[in-house]
């Protein structure tokens, strides 16, 4: 079993991850869209801009969940930002931190060896849907997370529907 990143920007595609229990990829030219299995784990991670306001937001790690099947290609992929999503696997998220906790990365960067070498400019490796979490780097967020107390999805999905229901108004 191998635990990623899982790397959303946008709130509307946040929203259709939470309520549908499906994430889904441009493609699946990379590596680590391609290996990703059922079981492996994977940590939401919200960027600065997934809300809009990149300079109120930080970037956080908001909720542990595990890939519950294979990428394949999706059935009427869903449309975010102009983009079209044609493969996907379903997830199974249970617990999330409420808007606007969540484990920042910006101070962990130091600690975390998927950003070794890239400490001044880390976020630049979250340009992309997945990053690879060493067992390490994903025991440490796994700590910090449930150190935040997460709640059950059903509970705090409204405090992050307000946002993606913005998006489409």
């Known amino acids: 079993m191998a635990d990623y990143l899982l790397v959303i920007g946008d709130r509307e595609a946040l ?70 999503y044609p493969v996907g696997c379903a997830v199974d998220f249970r617990t999330a931190t409420p808007w606007p906790d969540g484990v920042e990365l910006d101070p962990l960067v130091e600690r975390l060896t998927a950003f070794a ?18 067992r390490a780097d994903a025991e440490l967020l796994r700590g910090r997370l449930a150190g935040l107390d997460p709640r059950p999805l059903p509970e705090v999905l409204p405090h992050y529907a307000r946002w993606w229901r913005a998006g489409r108004s």
């Open 117 to 134: 070498g890239a400490e001044a400019s880390w976020s630049i490796r979250l340009r992309r849907p997945l990053l690879t979490l060493p």
């Open 15 to 84: 929203g259709w991850l939470l309520s549908e229990q499906r994430m889904a990829f441009p493609d699946t030219r990379r590596a680590e869209v391609r290996a990703l299995a059922p079981g492996d784990g994977l940590f939401l991670y919200t960027t600065r801009g997934c809300f809009k306001n990149p300079t109120r937001d930080r970037g956080r790690v908001i909720a542990e969940g595990t890939a519950t099947e294979a990428v394949h290609p999706l059935d009427g992929p869903p449309e975010f930002g102009g983009r079209t």
